[in-house]
């Protein structure tokens, strides 16, 4: 009896760990070489970056990319303000790798490795004040009844 209710309460408390603490945490992506292809048939490799809060996707010379949902095309990406917050946005040019060397001498954004970062921890801190959002808000419902 006493054996089982030990047992009970461990797992009590580390389920409510993984619960309390398992969306602060990013689970890292996959860091294999993905074949892409694109609508129009054309392939190219690419690798996923980031995490689940934020992540991009970079060819293997290491062009950003985004991809456009509506067209479902891999595009050279930049980054615009929107909402008064750095985003990773399309720049409406479909990527092709072999005109990759000529794209990126034209300078179009100025997109860097650490602008990519800053928007990283930007979406971390964001998904951390909304976990603390949650809690504080159960535990204002969980006290009214």
Partial sequence: MLKTRI????????TMHFIGFGN???APSLTNLFEITQ???TKFRAYLKGDEFFS???SEKGTVLFRN??????????????????????TG????????????????SKLTKINLGKIWRQKRVDAKKRLKEIIVHKKIQGSNN
């Fill in 39 to 41: 609508p129009n048939g």
């Fill in 24 to 26: 602060i945490f990013g």
């Fill in 93 to 108: 040019v479909i990527f092709a790798a072999k005109d990759e060397t000529n794209f990126n001498n034209l300078r179009f």
């Fill in 7 to 14: 047992i009970k309460n461990l797992l009590i408390v580390i």
């Fill in 69 to 90: 949902l509506e067209s479902g095309y891999f595009e050279y990406a930049k980054i615009s303000k929107i909402d008064n917050k750095d985003k990773l946005s399309t």
């Fill in 56 to 58: 991009w996707w970079e």
